[in-house]
């Protein structure tokens, strides 16, 4: 679609709509703490031990489930398996379906589940936090920052390297799974996982404030980054289903979970992991320790 004489995609290209689209969200994330009194939440400079201290939890958080949570699971597990038969179908469909316009949406939406938007949006919820004195905020930040490293980061390239199965654009045969090779990294959705876990957790947290008025916005643009992985020849349906599954159960989890006071902070006389933003060659983590 024309866009003053270029094309959305290279709007985004040139880095024009993304900068206006984290600040219009970080506007919305501001006013949150004007609405609502403050509780106490993580403060994201103690994040390396609370990180640490959910990753220990996380192995055992299946034998906790209630029939809820376990129906949930065999939810996604279940549409999971029945997707896998129309995988090759749907990709066909959407091979012989392209259109310019659902081209550069897939484009624009599909940042929302890595680096691009991430961690503008986190990193823009720390700094608001500060400059507006919010543990609101920055407990937003700690959470969602928390959520994507669990989902995308650590869960995702587990079960990637346990099914093995190549990416659609890399195989001819939708049911072929290689087991314990570094070549296998599709299923399940990366970008799809760090999209919900993001969503799933800035949702839990506004509900305070906003109610349920967010939810449709955030599960909308993680549902937006879902197709656009299947569109983009990416991610087989059934892969974006269980990452979504997958980053829906981590960002709930997370944002959920009670931590009394500001307990993102470590115990006196214990080293204080800080986890910072890094950019000079990409994104990346410095991590540092005072004793």
Same mark, same amino acid.
């Given at each position: 679609?024309?866009?003053?004489?270029?094309?959305?995609?290279?709007? *985004?290209?040139?880095?024009?709509?993304?900068?206006? @689209?984290?600040?219009?969200?970080?506007?919305?994330?501001?006013? @949150?703490?004007?609405?609502?009194?403050?509780?106490?939440?993580? &403060?994201?400079?103690?994040?390396?031990?609370?990180?640490?201290? &959910?990753?220990?939890?996380?192995? $055992?958080?299946?034998?906790?489930?209630?029939?809820?949570?376990? #129906?949930?699971?065999?939810?996604?597990?279940?549409?999971?398996?029945?997707?896998?038969? =129309? &995988?090759?179908?749907?990709?066909?469909?959407?091979?012989?379906?392209?259109?310019?316009?659902?081209?550069?949406?897939?484009?624009?939406? $599909?940042?929302?589940?890595?680096?691009? =938007?991430?961690?503008?949006?986190? %990193?823009?919820?720390? /700094?608001?936090?500060?400059?507006?004195?919010?543990?609101?905020?920055?407990?937003?930040?700690?959470?969602?920052?928390?959520?994507?490293?669990?989902?995308?980061?650590?869960?995702?390239? @587990?079960?990637?390297?346990?099914?093995?199965?190549?990416?659609?654009?890399?195989?001819?045969?939708?049911?072929?799974?290689?087991? *314990?090779?570094?070549?296998?990294?599709?299923?399940?959705?990366?970008? /799809?996982?760090?999209?919900?876990?993001?969503?799933?957790?800035?949702?839990?947290?506004?509900?305070? /404030?906003?109610?349920?008025?967010? %939810?449709?916005?955030?599960?909308?643009?993680?549902?937006?980054?879902?197709?656009?992985?299947?569109?983009?020849?990416?991610? =087989?349906?059934?892969?974006?289903?269980?990452?979504?599954?997958?980053?829906? @159960?981590?960002? %709930?989890?997370?944002?959920?979970?009670?931590?009394?006071?500001?307990?993102?902070?470590?115990?006196?006389?214990?080293? #204080?992991? $800080?986890?910072?933003?890094?950019?000079?060659?990409?994104?990346?983590?410095?991590?540092?320790?005072?004793?």
């Amino acid at each position: 679609m024309p866009l003053q004489g270029r094309t959305l995609k290279d709007a *985004f290209r040139s880095n024009r709509v993304a900068p206006l @689209a984290a600040a219009a969200f970080l506007l919305a994330q501001c006013a @949150a703490p004007a609405f609502c009194g403050e509780r106490p939440a993580p &403060d994201p400079l103690g994040y390396g031990g609370r990180l640490w201290s &959910d990753l220990k939890e996380l192995p $055992t958080l299946p034998a906790r489930w209630s029939g809820g949570q376990w #129906a949930i699971a065999g939810g996604v597990i279940g549409a999971t398996g029945i997707s896998l038969m =129309y &995988d090759e179908k749907i990709r066909s469909y959407n091979e012989s379906h392209r259109k310019e316009f659902w081209q550069n949406v897939s484009f624009a939406s $599909t940042h929302f589940g890595d680096y691009k =938007y991430q961690v503008p949006i986190i %990193t823009a919820l720390w /700094t608001g936090g500060y400059a507006f004195g919010s543990v609101r905020m920055r407990g937003m930040a700690a959470d969602a920052a928390e959520s994507s490293i669990i989902a995308a980061l650590i869960i995702n390239p @587990a079960i990637c390297f346990f099914t093995g199965r190549r990416l659609p654009s890399k195989q001819d045969e939708p049911s072929s799974f290689r087991p *314990f090779r570094h070549s296998g990294y599709s299923f399940p959705s990366g970008h /799809t996982s760090a999209a919900f876990a993001l969503a799933s957790s800035l949702d839990i947290d506004l509900r305070d /404030t906003f109610g349920y008025w967010q %939810t449709p916005v955030l599960y909308g643009m993680a549902a937006s980054v879902a197709r656009s992985r299947i569109y983009d020849d990416k991610h =087989y349906l059934s892969e974006v289903i269980l990452g979504g599954g997958i980053g829906w @159960a981590v960002g %709930t989890w997370v944002a959920r979970k009670h931590r009394a006071g500001a307990a993102g902070k470590p115990a006196e006389g214990k080293p #204080a992991v $800080t986890l910072l933003p890094y950019f000079p060659g990409g994104p990346g983590l410095i991590v540092s320790s005072l004793f």
